[in-house]
């Protein structure tokens, strides 16, 4: 059974670093099947996909349009983990944040395990 | 950017009813397409995948369909616990990766 455990900070000041990670059981941050995604939600903006980390022979990133001068997502073999670091936050960035696996056959399409999602809040 | 636009943003039914939840496509998705169910509190959940593909451990009560721009998430006889949000989500092949409907709210009538 996959499970994703997130971790990280629920409130963080404009202009600073929001950080969070996703910590992967029964799978690998490695996968050459898997992709590793980060999600937000607002009332705003809905649902709103950030960007993922995989491995295919190499890592390789996707971001979204909106966030990419400012996201960057690492993984960690070591610690079979991967972070979400959205640098310059402002209030508009206060949503809850998920991490999701995605890229798997038996999920085609969709993402089939998502962490329990964090609030963050941006205030000072 | 793919839009995905949901119909209706409420939809009231009673315990027993079929409820019939669309999804529209600004450009063809093929059949790269999911459903989602969310609750208060809690991530959203897989449902549906590659348009009709009903996720493990879903009940037979949720069904999918459509390709290309027109999908319909059905659910033949509504339970109590299937009151809830359900968002459309298309995959593509690049950024963005995922996009995602703005929800219909499935409310007790």
């Known amino acids: 059974q996959v499970q994703l455990q997130q971790s990280g900070p629920g409130l963080v000041k404009p202009s600073q670093t929001l950080s969070l990670t996703c910590v992967i059981s029964?799978?690998?941050?490695?996968?050459?099947?898997?992709?590793w995604n980060w999600i937000r939600q607002s009332p705003s903006r809905g649902l709103e996909w950030l960007g993922r980390?995989?491995?295919?022979?190499?890592?390789?990133?996707d971001y979204a349009a909106s966030v990419k001068s400012r996201i960057i997502i690492n993984p960690d073999t070591s610690k079979n983990h991967f972070s979400l670091q959205l640098n310059s936050v402002t209030p508009e960035d206060t949503a809850v944040y998920y991490c999701?696996?995605?890229?798997?056959?038996?999920?085609?399409?969709?993402?089939?395990?998502w962490g329990q999602g964090t609030l963050v809040t941006v205030s000072s | 950017e793919i839009v995905l636009t949901q119909s209706p943003a409420t939809l009231s039914l009673s315990p027993g009813e079929r409820a019939t939840l669309s999804c529209t496509a600004s450009?063809?998705?093929?059949?790269?397409l999911a459903w989602y169910q969310q609750k208060p509190g809690q991530a959203p959940r897989l449902l549906i995948y590659?348009?009709?593909k009903r996720a493990t451990g879903i009940p037979a009560r949720f069904s999918g369909s459509g390709s290309g721009t027109d999908f319909t998430l059905t659910i033949s006889s509504l339970e109590s616990e299937d009151f809830a949000l359900y968002y459309c989500?298309?995959?593509?092949?690049?950024?963005?990766?995922?996009?995602f409907g703005q929800g219909t709210e499935l409310e007790i009538k």
């Open positions: 999701a696996r995605g890229g798997v056959a038996l999920a085609g399409a969709g993402l089939d395990y």
């Open positions: 029964g799978d690998s941050v490695s996968s050459d099947r898997a992709t």
């Open positions: 980390t995989y491995y295919r022979s190499k890592w390789e990133n």
């Open positions: 450009q063809s998705v093929s059949s790269n």
């Open positions: 590659d348009a009709s």
């Open positions: 989500q298309q995959r593509s092949s690049g950024p963005p990766a995922y996009t």
